[in-house]
């Protein structure tokens, strides 16, 4: 049982570059979220899943894509990157019970330089 | 509007004493849960503790025990007999339910010193 897994852990992009931060989770969990951490500060959550092909958006939606097509796996893309987006991404997974609320398991995260 | 306020950027406290951190929210849902996520320098976020909106008891994990105060939408982590091992940032988390779904989202953090 893995949890969380992300890749990569690093990650140094230009100015206009897209890539594709990873995250995938083998516990079943319905709920994933993308969350970055600029420094000295909190996480801010950018877009969350029910399940698979449910997404919605968070706090900080803009200049990401994400799609959720299996239960295990929920990638954010940048589609242009800009210098704003250097983070650290936190990706995070949690079950969906009846109890309506679990703890959140969090992955390693991803730290993101756009120069 | 912000919904999670954690109004002490950093702490410090001798080693062995008790220490409170503060959260408070903002939510008209009845129902919602809070959490206190732990952040060392290594960066993982660890879970620490969790009180749903319904319990009527405050939620204590070991040393950890939240101070809930529903009509004051407060949700204080009290640590007790700190350690040196507890210097971390701290994040208090709601979780609400949400048509369709449900939403996490994290105050700024508290960053709490022990000191020897």
């Known amino acids: 049982n893995a949890g969380v897994t992300q890749t990569p852990k690093f990650q140094v992009l230009k100015t206009g570059q897209s890539m594709t931060l990873q995250c995938a989770q083998d516990?079943?969990?319905?709920?994933m979220s993308w969350y970055r951490q600029d420094p000295g500060m909190g996480l801010r959550l950018i877009h969350y899943?029910?399940?698979?092909?449910?997404?919605d958006q968070g706090e900080v939606p803009n200049g990401y894509n994400v799609s959720r097509s299996t239960t295990e796996d929920f990638p954010l893309r940048l589609l242009s990157a800009a210098p704003s987006q250097t983070s650290v991404y936190f990706c995070?997974?949690?079950?969906?019970?009846?109890?309506?609320?679990?703890?959140?398991?969090f992955g390693p995260g991803t730290r993101l330089t756009v120069t | 509007a912000q919904k999670i306020t954690q109004t002490q950027p950093g702490m410090f406290v001798q080693e062995k004493e008790a220490v409170t951190l503060d959260c408070t929210y903002d939510?008209?849902?009845?129902?919602?849960?809070l959490f206190w996520y732990k952040q060392p320098s290594s960066g993982e976020m660890i879970f620490l503790i969790y009180?749903?909106?319904?319990?009527?008891q405050n939620a204590t994990e070991g040393r950890y025990s939240l101070n809930f105060q529903k009509a004051r939408k407060s949700a204080n982590l009290v640590i007790s007999a700190s350690q040196l091992g507890d210097s971390a940032m701290y994040f208090c988390?709601?979780?609400?339910?949400?048509?369709?779904?449900?939403?996490?989202?994290f105050g700024a953090g508290t960053r709490l010193f022990v000191k020897a």
């Open positions: 988390a709601m979780r609400e339910a949400y048509t369709g779904g449900f939403k996490t989202i």
């Open positions: 995070a997974s949690s079950p969906v019970g009846t109890e309506t609320f679990d703890e959140q398991y």
């Open positions: 009180q749903g909106s319904y319990d009527q």
């Open positions: 899943s029910v399940g698979a092909g449910i997404t």
């Open positions: 516990m079943n969990h319905e709920y």
């Open positions: 939510t008209s849902d009845p129902s919602y849960g």
